[in-house]
């Protein structure tokens, strides 16, 4: 996340994640899925406003670019997937870090979407991440990113990721977060269908394997810089459950498979997929090919570790 303070208020840019590889291992006691998946940054940003408000309420306006993506689908039914009061994963950040600071500040909150939503992209836990982020700021809390990582773990799985820097091996349900040095930057061609899918049912249509496989050799190869065997070992185990789902995703595993480039995956839960491409101007060109081939928009991004 870029954290940025002006006069009035706080400015985060909320980065968007793909995940590299995911394998779930088993269902948990507490209805989660275990998990090991690789997750990166990528530069597609949410951007969130949050400036103090002596009134002790917190308010949020949505600012949701459809255009940008047709994932969303329509204004009306993005908005019904986006709310605005209490029921948004912002504003619960923002309630249980007063809660857990003890304090009553209120805050006024701007939040600006670019990442699709019901995409598996994490648009919604990056926000939440950067409230805490700006709200930390903002309140004069002075907490250490570990802390509100606390925090961001009893809102979502996803969501404390975004405390730490870069790419990382998530396991756990996704909230053990062990920083991943990668050092090689990857470029993607980034698909987003005009339809999303739920985390709940694509989970529900998992079957976890005997023998779970490990992102072992994926993160060696990626440290060492060997972009072909990265996209040789990406791997998703909610994809097969996925594609039993979804046309769309079969559809697109097909297109990428008969397409120059060094893997392709759906990203978590669906429905965003990628293509890994060997350089920007490889990233910028299958783009151009999934969008002329009427695909809808896809954009040519690469990792980042903010």
């Known amino acids: 996340m870029h954290v940025r303070r002006g006069r009035q208020e706080v400015e ?13 291992l088993g269902k948990r006691p507490d209805g989660f899925h275990e998990i090991e998946t690789v997750m990166t940054r990528v530069s597609l940003y949410d951007t969130l406003s949050l400036a103090p408000d002596a009134s002790g309420h917190i308010t949020l306006a949505n ?3 459809v255009a940008a993506w047709p994932a969303a689908g329509s204004a009306a039914s993005a908005e019904k997937q ?20 003890g304090v009553e500040h209120g805050a006024r909150v701007r939040l600006t ?41 009893t809102l979502g799985s996803d969501i404390p990721y975004f405390f730490t820097p870069g790419a990382a091996l998530c396991t756990g349900r996704g909230e053990k977060v062990e920083p991943t040095a990668s050092g090689t930057v990857l470029h993607f061609a980034v ?21 779970p496989r490990s992102a072992v050799d ?7 810089g060997h972009i072909a065997d ?6 998703n185990r909610l994809q097969e459950a996925a594609e039993a789902i979804s046309a769309t995703i079969r559809r697109l595993a097909r297109e990428l498979q008969n397409l120059d480039c060094l893997g392709h995956q759906m990203s978590g839960s669906g429905t965003s997929y990628f293509a890994l491409c060997r350089s920007a101007a490889h990233a910028r060109h299958t783009a151009a090919v999934l969008q002329a081939r009427g695909w809808g928009r896809t954009l040519a991004l690469a990792s980042t570790v903010a």
């Open 12 to 24: 985060v840019f909320a980065p968007a994640k793909l995940n590299l590889f995911l394998e779930v």
């Open 230 to 235: 990265v996209g040789r070992l990406l791997f």
């Open 63 to 65: 600012d949701l670019n």
């Open 113 to 153: 979407k670019r990442i699709p939503l019901a995409a598996g992209m994490a648009g919604g836990s990056t926000d939440a991440a950067a409230a805490l982020a700006a709200a930390n700021v903002a309140w004069e809390l002075h907490w250490p990113a570990a802390r509100l990582a606390e925090i961001a773990a």
């Open 218 to 224: 994926l993160i060696s190869a990626w440290r060492r």
């Open 191 to 211: 698909i987003a269908p005009p339809e999303g899918l739920s985390t709940a049912a694509v989970y529900k249509a998992c079957r976890p394997a005997a023998e």
């Open 82 to 101: 986006l709310p605005d009061g209490p029921r948004n994963i912002v504003v619960r950040a923002l309630e249980a870090l007063r809660q857990a600071a």
